[in-house]
């Protein structure tokens, strides 16, 4: 009775486990709530780029032509309603890499490793590395395609209302110059990392959601730093006498101008006596910044240095794993 | 088919049990030359007992000749047990020897416990818990002699019968 | 393919830099095949010693090996059940089973998992989340078995069942030991329920491999003596010895023969475990085919025959 026999044969048929499907089924209410989201937005942002941008710039059209002599009649609620919709896509779009952020700490690593069903899935025959790569790979597929058409649709709102409609916010207002370009996509990548790492670091939902917030804060706010001197800027500069107008695109820098052609930072008076004394100094005004034409080679060196993050934030990621199991 | 009943609490070793129910059941004649016993999977799938404990038992049997093994079909019951006209023989003088005991003055126990102490002392009985002890054990790799611990074997039996199973 | 199934080495775990050790200078082997029992005291170390096979932690210091690697390589061919049975609570229990199905190619045995699960009269569209405790081992134990691991782990795998589920999941794994080999190593506080399943030891105490080794020889390497109070127990190693009245009992391992006028017993398995745990200075005790290690263990040592 030899009943004690060894192992299965069965172990020489080795296929690739199909973890892909069971991400997608395990987080299905997050990307049910990205699509809806994402129809939401994307249908908002085709009425802004159509009918409503052109109902506001007609009414622009009638607001400007006024006499206000006499009463004017022109669409208001067209004007608002543009206004106000494009104020609210750009935000939502805005919002996107910290939600992202913190979902990816909570629920793709936080509470799987919380709850133990992340060892539940190690010991079923999937590699910890691979666990996670899937992890990261399916959502950043759903944000690079989300975010990339979501930023287009964005983009062709904006350059509706551009010259047309009175308010339209510059190219270089902070909201939308992200939401016209794909700095959301790296965005939306870095917080995804960004995230996870936080849920591998603390392995518990709720302070992984926090920290990954924290995180994005960080990203977000180092990116505003940066984003100015990314890329070579435009000086312009002016006699003491001209008026130099600032706001001509991205500010990075003004101030005044010596005789031997230095640049000083605008001096702080209170007083006509005291100012006449500090810009006595001054031989000219300086401008630095970055004019429109400068759009492009921003988003994209901008985008660059986020991905390169993401990168970064997703090898620690699996370094850190790789330290928690064996 | 025979099925086994481990009782845990008897004090008899898992795998003496299953040797004992397998003679009960050849001697009552519900287990006959040819049949086949369980399988291990079997009997541990209805017991939750180790395997290796009724491969033991089952070695055992096979030792004894009332079983064997026959690579991939199972174990086989090979002779019965208990002659009939033996037992009805040594049962009469059985119950003329408790008449005896009876009249003498001995009462249900006494004749318990002195028929147990005979039969402890004229047969070897397998150890209730373990195989020889002393054997196999070693803490410094090499294998121990078993001689000096052999003299507390009887010993121990006697403390076993005496209702003190550990 | 090899003999041993898993082998530790001065094997140490702690948690954090400064943390305190689960486990310590652990050495033993577990041969292929058997059924060990992990017993101890909660928080002696036996989860930690379980998720370290389970390649789930590395080892702080020494070494694992796990069907003759590493516990990380070994991962495909061995199932782990965790003490707080973690699974989906979003899933119903067929999906859990696919989920095994797909994470297991090649491997994966429907017809076990879909037997292990049938037996709990378990409703498979049922999410998990709104399972039993019991329900929720079964499931667990289902995923695992699936498998078809050549080693399974398992944590504490019978507390949340009751005494039916649990006689009949036990006959379960049995009957998989039977009829795959498969080599068992399972966790408990309480001795009782491994002792008729269970044909190997591994007792841990306060993060130590205290005894190790097939049952049946471990027990006859101990005796339970009873003597006059005044006995020498001379070169045999003590375990654990009490003095009431004239009488003295004590649990020893004969290094010779034993004075004639004793009582002597072996012990059974609760008492040999409850003795160790009772006596933390009491030496170690690994059997020849149990032992690995430098040091830890050792079967005669002068010290606490006192």
């Avoid at chain 1, 690739?16 to 709530?33: D, F, G, I, Y």
Wanted: proline fraction near 5%; aromatic fraction near 6%; hydrophobic fraction near 45%.
């Amino acid at each position: 009775m030899t009943v004690l026999t060894g192992p299965v044969d069965a172990v020489a048929t080795v296929g690739r486990p199909r973890m892909t499907r069971w991400v997608v089924r395990l987080h299905r209410p997050a990307l049910l709530a990205w699509a809806g989201l994402f129809a939401v937005v994307a249908g908002l942002l085709i009425a802004l780029a159509g009918p409503w941008a052109d109902a506001a710039a007609e009414g622009w059209r009638h607001y400007d032509a006024c006499d206000f002599n006499r009463p004017c009649s022109y669409d208001q609620t067209a004007i608002l309603r543009y206004k106000s919709w494009y104020n609210y896509t750009t935000y939502a779009l805005n919002v996107l890499p910290f939600l992202v952020a913190a979902w990816a700490g909570a629920a793709l690593t936080g509470r799987e490793l919380e709850s133990g069903t992340a060892r539940l899935a190690w010991t079923q025959g999937t590699s910890p590395a691979r666990w996670l790569a899937v992890r990261l790979a399916v959502p950043a597929l759903a944000l690079t395609a989300g975010t990339s058409l979501l930023f287009w649709l964005h983009h062709r709102a904006w350059a509706a209302g551009r010259g047309r409609i009175d308010t339209a916010k510059t190219w270089y207002d902070t909201g939308t110059f992200h939401a016209n370009g794909p700095t959301t996509a790296a965005l939306a990548l870095a917080g995804l990392a960004a995230g996870a790492l936080a849920g591998l670091l603390l392995r518990r939902a709720l302070p992984a959601l926090v920290l990954g917030a924290v995180f994005m804060s960080g990203i977000w706010g180092t990116t505003q730093q940066l984003l100015p001197h990314l890329w070579p800027a435009v000086t312009r500069t002016a006699a003491k006498q001209q008026q130099l107008d600032l706001g001509a695109g991205l500010g990075v820098d003004h101030g005044m101008l010596t005789s031997t052609g230095g640049h000083l930072p605008l001096p702080a008076c209170d007083s006509e006596a005291a100012c006449d004394a500090a810009y006595a100094k001054a031989a000219g005004f300086y401008d630095t910044y970055h004019p429109y034409s400068h759009y492009w080679p921003l988003q994209l060196t901008t985008s660059a240095l986020l991905l390169a993050v993401t990168g970064l934030l997703a090898l620690a990621c699996f370094r850190v794993l790789r330290r928690q199991v064996s | 088919m025979v099925e086994y009943r481990i009782d845990r609490h008897s004090g008899v070793a898992t795998y003496v049990q299953i040797v004992q129910q397998t003679k009960q059941a050849l001697r009552m004649g519900l287990l006959r030359p040819g049949d086949r016993l369980p399988t291990a999977r079997e009997v541990v799938e209805a017991t939750a007992i180790n395997p290796n404990t009724v491969l033991k038992a089952y070695r055992e049997l096979e030792r004894e000749g009332l079983v064997e093994a026959r690579r991939g079909l199972g174990t086989f019951v090979r002779r019965s047990l208990g002659a009939a006209t033996a037992d009805a023989a040594l049962r009469a003088e059985l119950e003329t020897w408790t008449d005896r005991a009876r009249e003498a003055g001995l009462d249900r126990e006494d004749v318990a416990a002195l028929f147990t102490a005979v039969l402890d002392q004229r047969f070897a009985v397998p150890d209730a818990h373990a195989a020889e002890p002393g054997t196999r054990v070693t803490a410094d790799g090499t294998r121990r002699d078993t001689e000096h611990t052999q003299h507390t074997q009887h010993t121990q039996h006697t403390a076993n019968s005496q209702g003190d199973p550990s | 393919m090899t003999d041993t199934a898993l082998r530790a080495e001065a094997l140490g775990k702690r948690f954090g830099r400064r943390g305190r050790w689960a486990l310590r200078e652990c050495g033993f082997r577990l041969p292929a095949g058997r059924v060990c029992a992990v017993v101890g005291p909660n928080g002696a170390g036996k989860s930690t010693l379980l998720a370290l096979a389970a390649g789930l932690l590395p080892p702080t210091e020494g070494r694992l090996t796990v069907l003759g690697t590493s516990p990380a390589q070994a991962r495909p061919r061995v199932g782990f059940v965790a003490q707080d049975k973690p699974l989906h609570p979003q899933l119903t229990v067929a999906e859990t089973l696919r989920m095994g199905a797909d994470l297991n190619p090649g491997r994966w045995d429907a017809a076990v998992a879909e037997r292990v699960v049938a037996g709990g009269a378990l409703d498979p569209e049922a999410r998990v989340r709104t399972l039993s405790g019991g329900q929720r081992t079964r499931v667990a134990l289902a995923l695992a078995l699936g498998k078809r691991p050549e080693l399974l782990l398992l944590d504490e795998p019978m507390a949340d069942l009751d005494p039916l589920a649990r006689h009949e999941l036990m006959g379960t794994l049995m009957a998989d030991a039977a009829q795959h080999g498969t080599t068992i190593a399972m966790s408990s506080h309480v001795v009782a329920e491994l002792e008729d399943s269970c044909d190997h030891l591994l007792l841990v105490g306060d993060g130590r491999v205290r005894l190790a080794g097939d049952i049946d020889d471990l027990r006859s390497a101990h005796r339970r003596i009873t003597a006059e109070a005044d006995a020498d127990l001379g070169p045999h190693t003590v375990v654990e010895s009490r003095t009431t009245g004239r009488q003295l009992t004590a649990l020893i391992r004969p290094a010779g023969p034993l004075a004639g006028d004793w009582r002597t017993s072996v012990p059974s398995l609760e008492e040999l475990v409850l003795a160790h745990l009772r006596s933390p200075g009491a030496p170690g005790l690994a059997t020849a085919e149990a032992a690995e290690s430098t040091g830890t263990t050792e079967a005669v040592t002068e010290e606490s025959a006192a």
